[in-house]
């Protein structure tokens, strides 16, 4: 008999596979864990395969090959093999460094059926600038290369405090590469864009001409390429469900196999994660921890557990509400309900000591 004091628990619908923490970029947003995962910890080609065999089985639907850099593993013409053969929907999410034509030929081949490009701004000099490596050439060769095969294209552009007053320009320098669709995704704090957040957060005015300036996109390419934007929730009135929820719709595996309900999990004290080497993805699913921790609404605080919109944003958070408030039990501060939204308010004040070039913190590569 089913326990009635459980939730009921929905099929999830992806999985995120990091497959590696290496990156030849050193991205000052990357969203990646301080404490990140060396190489030879990594999990080989086999389990990977059987871990999209399992998400198969579960009613995963996507899986997102990501990382660090997934093109850094050797082995990864074999992975989207693995992820064809299991019936799962295979988004590619790179830097572009380390895929040349013929490499990106060979993934699609196997299988591959969507390609996710990040960039960093349209000037070259910034946006390498901001990478910390020389990679805004290679990055147009590949967005020129994809749209040669038979594979969906997405273009990701990371905007922040110091590339939207050229927003504008930025979106002009994606029509000229064509992608299916255009994702205006604001730096989210966490990882290293936590530590670099002074010289990243937007003002209220960047923000808002950078809303104006995305609606007027929509209505021009319409038809011809899609455009999202992701705002940041340091200017939001209520906050997004992190992940649509705790442990509701995804599964990420780090690069050694653990299994986490978001990407930043690992920061909130006391949690342990369960591994794909001593478990089923079904059973962490359903019965790890980790994942039962923030399900449902039995853990809310008020004002989240009488609020109507309870059900929609689930409270926000946990590792926002960790990393500001210092306690993943609270509301998010980001809720204008919350009690600690004063916190929010103080972030979005901060200011860099020289934004026209801030004293970066770069992400480092795992040995």
């Not at 070259?124 to 060769?141: F, P």
């Not at 205006?184 to 005015?205: D, E, K, S």
């Not at 780090?254 to 986490?260: E, K, N, Q, R, S």
Request: glycine content about 8%; overall charge neutral; aromatic content about 8%.
């Amino acid at each position: 008999m089913a326990d009635p004091t459980r939730p009921l628990i929905p099929h999830p619908l992806a999985l995120i596979a990091e497959l590696t923490h290496r990156c030849p970029l050193h991205c000052v947003y990357c969203s990646n864990p301080l404490e990140m995962v060396r190489a030879k910890s990594e999990l080989p080609t086999s389990e990977w395969i059987r871990v999209f065999q399992e998400a198969g089985g579960l009613g995963i639907v996507h899986v997102h090959l990501t990382g660090g850099e997934p093109a850094a593993r050797a082995d990864l013409a074999d992975l989207v093999a693995g992820a064809r053969a299991a019936g799962l929907y295979s988004n590619l999410i790179t830097s572009g460094i380390g895929l040349p034509e013929t490499r990106l030929s060979r993934l699609v081949d196997a299988g591959l059926d969507h390609v996710q490009l990040s960039f960093q701004d349209a000037r070259e000099e910034k946006a390498n600038w901001v990478a910390g490596a020389n990679a805004q050439s290679h990055k147009i060769e590949l967005a020129r290369a994809v749209r040669k095969f038979r594979v969906a294209f997405t273009m990701n552009l990371v905007v922040h405090r110091q590339n939207l007053d050229h927003l504008d320009e930025m979106i002009s320098f994606a029509e000229q590469l064509a992608p299916d669709r255009l994702e205006i995704a604001h730096a989210q704090y966490y990882g290293w864009a936590l530590r670099n957040r002074a010289a990243l957060m937007p003002t209220a005015g960047q923000l808002e001409r950078c809303l104006s300036i995305i609606a007027l996109a929509q209505q021009r390419v319409s038809g011809r390429m899609k455009i999202d934007c992701v705002v940041p929730d340091y200017h939001a009135r209520f906050p997004k469900a992190c992940m649509g929820g705790w442990g509701r719709k995804m599964i990420l595996l780090d690069p050694a196999g653990y299994a986490l309900p978001c990407h930043a999990a690992g920061v909130i004290p006391g949690m342990t994660f369960d591994s794909v080497r001593e478990h089923s993805l079904d059973w962490i699913w359903r019965e790890s921890g980790a994942f039962r921790r923030f399900r449902g609404e039995q853990w809310m605080p008020e004002p989240c557990r009488s609020c109507e919109r309870r059900t929609e944003d689930f409270g926000g958070c946990r590792c926002q509400a960790f990393l500001i408030a210092g306690d993943a039990q609270v509301t998010d501060p980001v809720c204008s309900l919350a009690p600690g939204h004063y916190l929010i308010e103080n972030a979005r004040q901060e200011s860099p000591t020289a934004d026209d070039s801030p004293a970066w913190v770069y992400r480092p590569n795992p040995i």
